[in-house]
């Protein structure tokens, strides 16, 4: 990690703060040269057919981008915004916690990659994403 990355506790206090990520319900289990790994916790609202009962791909999409999102975070020691994000879903997401594996592809002066791979509670994949992020400095 970087000078100015941020540890799991951090980057677990950073990621609270915003009102969809907490709905989310997102605890960071790990992180490390290699990125980090979170979970989020399973809710009923993200079904999206109550008959076959799977959870919708916008939910698994936005879990891809904050896990990408925050492992670049882990390295600059802030998020940045998305400017791209393709998602690509492998299986059914079944009710029941996610956990994704995210890592920095590139890390540049402006613009980064990072990915990330969800998992479902058997240890499936269900879907994997790559987004590309600005990671230009703030202006003062």
Same mark, same amino acid.
């Given at each position: 990690?970087? &000078? +100015?990355?941020?540890?799991?506790?951090?980057?677990?206090?950073?990621?609270?703060?915003?009102? @969809?990520?907490?709905?989310?319900? @997102?605890?960071?289990?790990?992180? $490390? &040269? /290699?990125?980090?790994?979170?979970?989020?916790?399973?809710?009923?609202?993200?079904?999206?057919?109550? $008959? !076959? *009962?799977?959870?919708?791909?916008?939910?698994?999409?936005?879990?891809?981008?904050?896990? =990408?999102?925050?492992?670049?975070? =882990?390295?600059?020691?802030?998020?940045?915004?998305?400017? $791209?994000?393709?998602?690509?879903?492998?299986?059914?997401?079944?009710?029941? $916690?996610?956990?994704?594996?995210? *890592?920095?592809? !590139?890390?540049?002066?402006?613009?980064?990659? +990072? /990915?990330?791979?969800?998992?479902?509670?058997?240890?499936?994949?269900?879907?994997?994403?790559?987004?590309?992020? @600005?990671?230009?400095?703030? *202006? =003062?």
């Amino acid at each position: 990690m970087s &000078e +100015a990355g941020l540890t799991l506790e951090q980057l677990q206090e950073r990621i609270a703060v915003g009102p @969809f990520n907490r709905w989310l319900n @997102f605890t960071v289990t790990k992180v $490390d &040269e /290699e990125g980090l790994e979170m979970k989020a916790a399973w809710r009923e609202e993200w079904v999206v057919n109550p $008959d !076959r *009962r799977y959870t919708h791909g916008g939910i698994l999409s936005a879990i891809i981008d904050v896990a =990408a999102d925050y492992a670049i975070a =882990a390295k600059l020691g802030r998020p940045v915004p998305t400017i $791209d994000l393709r998602v690509d879903y492998h299986k059914a997401a079944m009710p029941g $916690d996610l956990t994704a594996k995210a *890592r920095v592809v !590139r890390l540049g002066s402006q613009y980064s990659t +990072a /990915e990330a791979s969800l998992y479902d509670q058997k240890g499936e994949l269900v879907a994997s994403g790559r987004g590309t992020y @600005f990671t230009a400095a703030p *202006r =003062a």
